[in-house]
């Protein structure tokens, strides 16, 4: 029973510890999210073909390409999403030969992901 009061104190000094580095915490991320967000990307970061300058050019006015990057839609999707952004976003809309050069493109390249025998895992594929 002695001990409880001092563990409590132990607790309490570690807690505070903890609290005390939560500032320097979160300037550090602060700074890491400042340097990404102040690095430029180059259009080569996406995939080569026909339509990259197009969509590197028309997307990264909003976004980085790691959204795009990231996705893997049907071109069904991609298209959708064209209208969805300037319906909710303020997107110019994309019309004519300039909207299939890019909905192509991403749909070509960032379209489903095709998934081995084994589901997908990069290790055992």
Known sequence: M????????????CASATIAQTPDLAQRQAEAAAAL???????TVLAEGEGRSEVFGYCTACHNTALIRRSAFTR?????????????HGMNPLEGEFRDTIVDYLA???GPLTRGPRGGNPFLN
């Open 108 to 110: 070509r390249h960032y």
């Open 76 to 88: 069904e999707r991609w298209d959708e999403l064209m209208d969805w952004m300037a319906e909710k």
């Open 37 to 43: 967000a102040e690095r430029q990307e180059e259009e």
């Open 2 to 13: 002695r001990l409880l009061p001092y563990a409590a104190v132990v607790v309490l000094l």
